[in-house]
């Protein structure tokens, strides 16, 4: 398959801020591309540069064999945007705020009726067409907004971090939405901080942080960079802040982090590190009160490459 997103030592900077880094990667067409990182990982400047609302200050950008800089009416036309906040006209109805966004797109007559109908469909609207969008939930809002960008059949469609500040129903709609776009063809440029959702959209993963892609590939790809190591979370009797440095030196230890409360280990064998952990617990005068051993997952190699937390 030919290439749908073409990135080449993309660099983004705002005064002594670094941004984007000299990254690279590319999308191939039909595939879910997820890029994952922390808040501040320079995912939204990406992305924004991609779909040239930001002019990059060095490297090449190409979306469906179309240059960012040469040729950027030609990339707004492949791709919709659905952007972070949520922009819609809240005193429009969905219908209304279809109408308003296909007739931006050039859509007339029968055509962009017949495509307000079918886009109301997709996004689970239709029974609500009529209603004021202002009065909708997190959920519907974020809906239209898919909507929105869909509405002139965009050959990519660029979506960032679509998930954020709703529920746990709504996420799962726009999930398997999400699916269902990359069933009927349609390429998808996805950005995310939740592990779970890069694990299950994706068919490839870029790993960012501090601006650049520090590990790209496949989900079973990126789990080899782990290894053999065992991930180990610990919840302790003191604040984990005390304990973090005296169990982060217990041998057989490869990389320790503060996660939700819990202390998150990286170790090289969780059957020999654990009884020293318990061991130096002890000697220090606080009590481990809870482990969960998990499978090596994309926090664990965040983890590795980093030293820190995926969502710190």
């Given at each position: 398959?030919?290439?749908?997103?073409?990135?080449?030592?993309?660099?983004?900077?705002?005064?002594?801020?670094?941004?984007?880094?000299?990254?690279?990667?590319?999308?191939?067409?039909?595939?879910?591309?997820?890029?994952?990182?922390?808040?501040?990982?320079?995912?939204?400047?990406?992305?924004?540069?991609?779909?040239?609302?930001l002019e990059p200050n060095s490297g090449e950008i190409s979306v469906m064999g179309c240059s960012v800089r040469k040729d950027p009416m030609a990339v707004k036309a492949a791709i919709g945007v659905v952007p972070q906040e949520i922009a819609i006209y809240p005193d429009l109805s969905a219908q209304?705020?279809?109408?308003?966004?296909?007739?931006?797109?050039?859509?007339?007559?029968?055509?962009?009726?017949?495509?307000?109908?079918?886009?109301?469909?997709?996004?689970?609207?239709?029974?609500?067409?009529?209603?004021?969008?202002?009065?909708?939930?997190?959920?519907?809002?974020?809906?239209?907004?898919?909507?929105?960008?869909?509405?002139?059949?965009?050959?990519?469609?660029?979506?960032?971090?679509?998930?954020?500040?709703?529920?746990?129903?709504?996420?799962?709609?726009?999930?398997?939405?999400?699916?269902?776009?990359?069933?009927?063809?349609?390429?998808?440029?996805?950005?995310?901080?939740?592990?779970?959702?890069?694990?299950?959209?994706?068919?490839?993963?870029?790993?960012?942080?501090?601006?650049?892609?520090?590990?790209?590939?496949?989900?079973?790809?990126?789990?080899?960079?782990?290894?053999?190591?065992?991930?180990?979370?610990?919840?302790?009797?003191?604040?984990?802040?005390?304990?973090?440095?005296?169990?982060?030196?217990?041998?057989?230890?490869?990389?320790?982090?503060?996660?939700?409360?819990?202390?998150?280990?990286?170790?090289?064998?969780?059957?020999?590190?654990?009884?020293?952990?318990?061991?130096?617990?002890?000697?220090?005068?606080?009590?481990?009160?809870?482990?969960?051993?998990?499978?090596?997952?994309?926090?664990?190699?965040?983890?590795?490459?980093?030293?820190?937390?995926?969502?710190?």
């Open positions: 398959m030919a290439d749908a997103i073409v990135v080449q030592k993309l660099r983004k900077q705002f005064g002594d801020l670094v941004a984007v880094d000299g990254i690279s990667f590319q999308v191939t067409q039909g595939e879910i591309f997820s890029l994952l990182g922390p808040n501040g990982a320079g995912k939204s400047t990406t992305i924004s540069m991609i779909s040239t609302l209304e705020n279809l109408v308003f966004w296909g007739k931006m797109y050039g859509l007339r007559g029968d055509t962009l009726n017949r495509r307000v109908k079918d886009i109301l469909e997709v996004i689970g609207l239709t029974d609500r067409q009529k209603g004021r969008s202002e009065h909708f939930s997190g959920g519907m809002k974020r809906r239209l907004n898919i909507g929105i960008a869909l509405m002139h059949q965009p050959q990519v469609v660029i979506m960032d971090e679509p998930t954020v500040g709703i529920d746990p129903q709504s996420r799962r709609n726009i999930l398997d939405g999400v699916k269902e776009l990359n069933r009927q063809g349609m390429t998808v440029l996805y950005t995310t901080h939740y592990m779970e959702e890069a694990q299950e959209l994706s068919d490839h993963i870029a790993i960012m942080d501090h601006g650049k892609v520090i590990a790209c590939g496949t989900y079973p790809e990126l789990i080899k960079i782990v290894g053999e190591l065992d991930r180990v979370d610990l919840g302790l009797s003191v604040d984990p802040n005390l304990g973090i440095e005296s169990l982060g030196k217990v041998d057989g230890v490869a990389k320790v982090s503060l996660e939700d409360g819990k202390i998150s280990f990286l170790v090289q064998d969780s059957n020999l590190v654990l009884p020293r952990l318990f061991e130096t617990a002890s000697r220090n005068s606080f009590r481990i009160t809870s482990v969960e051993i998990k499978e090596p997952n994309l926090e664990a190699v965040f983890l590795h490459l980093t030293g820190r937390a995926l969502r710190d």
